[in-house]
């Protein structure tokens, strides 16, 4: 199978940085698009960045200048360097991999994975 899992999460102040991760591993033959979301409590689940296989990015509005998505293809990892992080940052931070794999007999072809997420709390 396909495993996603997303670390770095934790309680900063106001103004203070993070980097999340998040790895892709299992029966995987290729990766292609990979993106991050978030989720406040209470709200719906809101794109948050992404990154193409050639290292193409997108932003939302809200978090351009202030986060940096990257990868490292040979890893299968993603991060997400956020700085200057305020209190409207707090969610969890989910990690969503389009996928290539090969398990028990069946092909799945750009077939999105999603981590567990990891929860990003802002507050002073």
């Known amino acids: 199978q396909v495993q996603v899992v997303e670390l770095g999460g934790g309680l900063v102040q106001p103004g203070e940085s993070l980097r999340l991760s998040c790895q892709v591993s299992g029966y995987i033959l290729g990766v292609h698009l990979m993106a991050w979301y978030r989720q406040a409590p209470g709200k719906q689940r809101d794109f948050v960045a992404e990154?193409?296989?050639?290292?193409?990015?997108n932003y939302e509005d809200s978090v351009k200048g202030r986060f940096t998505i990257s990868r490292d293809n040979a890893k299968n990892t993603m991060y997400l360097q956020m700085n200057s992080l305020v209190p409207e940052d707090t969610a969890v931070y989910y990690c969503?991999?389009?996928?290539?794999?090969?398990?028990?007999?069946?092909?799945?072809?750009?077939?999105?994975?999603w981590g567990q997420g990891t929860q990003v709390t802002v507050s002073s």
């Open positions: 990154i193409t296989s050639d290292d193409m990015p």
């Open positions: 969503k991999a389009f996928v290539d794999a090969s398990y028990s007999g069946t092909y799945y072809r750009d077939y999105a994975y």
